[in-house]
């Protein structure tokens, strides 16, 4: 089984996190980040499982650069 190492972007949300791929836009969320790292481990290794080659390249971003972005206000 091959594995691949992707991006989980986590944010907090009201009572819980929302979590991100951006590499494959799959989203999935939880009550702590342990659970919700783990939804979207779940949420990608399914979509993964059942989309078609064509669909994984379609949505598939192969660079994902995070970085922090200074702006001005007011």
Same mark, same amino acid.
């Given at each position: 089984?091959?594995?691949?190492?992707?991006?989980?972007?986590?944010?907090?949300?009201?009572?819980?996190?929302?979590?991100?791929?951006? !590499?494959?836009?799959?989203?999935?969320?939880?009550?702590?980040i342990e659970e919700a790292k783990a /939804?979207?481990?779940?949420?990608?290794?399914?979509?993964? !499982?059942?989309?078609?080659?064509?669909?994984?390249?379609?949505?598939?971003?192969? !660079?994902?650069?995070?970085?922090?972005?200074?702006? /001005?206000?007011?």
């Open positions: 089984m091959a594995t691949r190492l992707v991006t989980a972007l986590l944010q907090k949300e009201d009572d819980g996190w929302v979590a991100l791929c951006p !590499e494959l836009d799959v989203a999935s969320q939880g009550d702590t /939804n979207l481990r779940e949420a990608v290794e399914l979509f993964l !499982e059942s989309a078609s080659p064509a669909e994984v390249q379609e949505r598939l971003h192969a !660079e994902v650069y995070l970085t922090g972005l200074e702006v /001005n206000i007011g």
